[in-house]
């Protein structure tokens, strides 16, 4: 069973635009949500992270968005640059999931146009 | 080097072969986590060691998977008797506090290959 979803295995953007990335959850009692970012043959990179007492949270060309009555998140990269163009994955955890058991989802590649 | 290191990076082994996984967490680092992704699927986890001890061994499928960590540095993943749906890329990370999120961090991964 499937505990975190992303629905979309892929998505092109133009250079300059805004890419967005969204993943669903279905366990309430996770609290903590994560965006890996993975290349080919490297490990997922850690990205940004929400707790769920927020609601949005942003670094540099990269916000998270919560929204827990829907149970979903969204990754919004602006502007976009080919550089971003990689496989991105949301995780969750929660305490009583275990903190520290991510359940991932199963990626959405993001392919940045020049 | 500075990052985690896992070996070897790929492993082909025959059906019903044991295989050792190994990861090198970076230095200092107490906690360390074994994941699994089969293809086109999103990591899973498998074990979570904090120190020496398994905190959490949950995520290992059944008995034919074992890990250690005798001193608290590397460890290794061991699986018994492997079968074609044991192919997947092995991923280790590690942290220095126990959290998951932002402060840990994944090696390039195993890729196993059972034939």
């Known amino acids: 069973d499937q505990q975190v979803k992303q629905n979309s295995p892929s998505l092109s953007v133009q250079e300059g635009r805004i890419s967005i990335l969204n993943c669903d959850y279905t366990?309430?009692?996770?609290?903590?949500f994560l965006w890996y970012k993975k290349y080919p043959a490297e490990g997922p990179t850690f990205l940004i992270s929400?707790?769920?007492?927020?609601d949005k949270n942003e670094d540099g060309r990269f916000t998270v968005f919560l929204n827990k009555s829907a149970k979903h998140l969204s990754l919004h990269i602006v502007p976009s640059q080919p550089g971003d163009s990689a496989v991105y994955f949301c995780?969750?955890?929660?305490?009583?999931?275990?903190?520290?058991?991510?359940?991932f989802g199963t990626g959405t590649r993001l392919t940045v146009i020049p | 080097g500075a990052g985690v290191s896992q070996t070897p990076s790929n492993k082909v082994t025959e059906k019903g072969k044991y295989v050792e996984l190994r990861c090198d967490p970076i230095?200092?680092?107490?906690?360390l986590y074994w994941y699994r992704q089969s293809l086109g699927q999103g990591p899973e986890f498998l074990i979570y060691?904090?120190?020496?001890?398994?905190?959490?061994d949950s995520g290992l499928p059944n008995d034919r998977f074992f890990a250690v960590r005798p001193e608290g540095s590397v460890s290794t993943l061991k699986i018994q008797r492997t079968e074609r749906g044991d192919s997947a890329v092995y991923l280790c990370?590690?942290?220095?506090?126990?959290?998951?999120?932002?402060?840990?961090?994944f090696g390039q991964g195993t890729r196993l290959t059972v034939v």
């Open positions: 230095s200092g680092h107490t906690a």
């Open positions: 990370a590690s942290s220095l506090s126990g959290a998951m999120g932002t402060e840990a961090f």
């Open positions: 929400i707790s769920s007492i927020k």
């Open positions: 995780a969750a955890s929660g305490l009583q999931t275990g903190a520290n058991n991510l359940f």
């Open positions: 366990n309430s009692m996770f609290d903590y």
């Open positions: 060691f904090q120190g020496t001890g398994a905190a959490d």
